[in-house]
């Protein structure tokens, strides 16, 4: 993989300072330094890789990162699955939630996207509502809820990488350009690739299947119909996390996926469960 350097400016006439050269190799090889540090969410992600894992022997690793497998607990008890304190045993959570959802959760271990320090504003409360809404709209586009939740959960994993690259470059970029399209088109200028196709390229070399990498990698393309969940889900997602939001009408970005009289029905869904569901990923 060759780094990627950027092109121009970002949009807007906004002053950023000199782009950073953003290398591709580097920043994913840092994941490596970051295996170091979690060794015990490193292990769940290789273990939920293979085809011989069981909840017993997944329950077992992550009986060794008691916060990681309270997060994992947490979220098998949170309103999205609707165990309400029934998981009471860790194996009996990875069952729950399932093999996608514990690698995504080590995942987030494991890049640091549980610091929400040293993430861009408003970060887990977009995503939150990225993968609740990606989730409620799966069975439309035949997929299954739970992978669209996880899908939701990292699509912005490009961003925290970008954002650690170039935190105040890329707080001032999200602050000018505010609907995801425009910021996908500021980013591609400034780092000459956006966050969504970043996130795609780092979860695909860290092993992730095709039903995750594919509409990732799909959805910086309004025509492609492998990104239109993701791109529904990801405005809707905004609609939700941020106030000043200028709504996009989702006929335009979904292909039929979503009406705009259906949104309000969503929203309502993805408040009733974003902050439950955020308290279970990084508190």
Request: with cysteine; net charge negative.
């Amino acid at each position: 993989m060759t780094a990627v350097s950027p092109i121009v400016p970002a949009a807007g006439g906004l002053s950023l300072g000199t782009p950073p050269a953003v290398d591709l190799d580097r920043l994913l090889a840092g994941m490596d330094t970051m295996a170091g540090q979690r060794p015990v969410a490193a292990q769940v992600v290789a273990v939920a890789s293979t085809d011989d894992a069981s909840a017993a022997r997944l329950a077992e690793v992550l009986a060794g990162d008691v916060a990681l497998a309270g997060r994992v607990m947490k979220l098998a008890n949170s309103a999205y699955f609707g165990m309400t304190g029934r998981a009471t045993t860790l194996q009996f959570a990875v069952t729950v939630v399932g093999f996608t959802a514990v690698r995504t959760m080590a995942t987030v271990a494991l890049t640091c996207l549980d610091d929400e320090e040293h993430l861009p504003e408003g970060f887990w409360e977009r995503s939150t509502g990225v993968a609740l809404a990606a989730s409620v709209l799966a069975p439309r586009s035949g997929t299954r809820p739970q992978d669209a939740l996880c899908l939701g959960l990292l699509a912005q994993v490009g961003a925290a990488l970008l954002h650690g690259e170039d935190p105040a470059g890329y707080r001032a970029l999200a602050a000018a350009h505010r609907s995801p399209a425009a910021r996908r088109t500021a980013e591609v200028c400034r780092y000459g690739i956006s966050a969504t196709r970043l996130s795609a390229v780092a979860l695909e070399q860290w092993g992730f299947p095709p039903v995750m990498v594919g509409p990732l990698a799909a959805a910086d393309d309004p025509a492609a119909p492998d990104g239109a969940l993701l791109r529904v889900a990801s405005e809707i997602g905004a609609r939700h996390a941020d106030p000043a939001h200028e709504p996009v009408p989702v006929e335009r970005l979904g292909g039929g996926l979503l009406r705009e009289d259906g949104v309000a029905a969503v929203l309502e869904q993805v408040a009733a469960a974003a902050e439950d569901l955020r308290r279970a990923l990084v508190c």
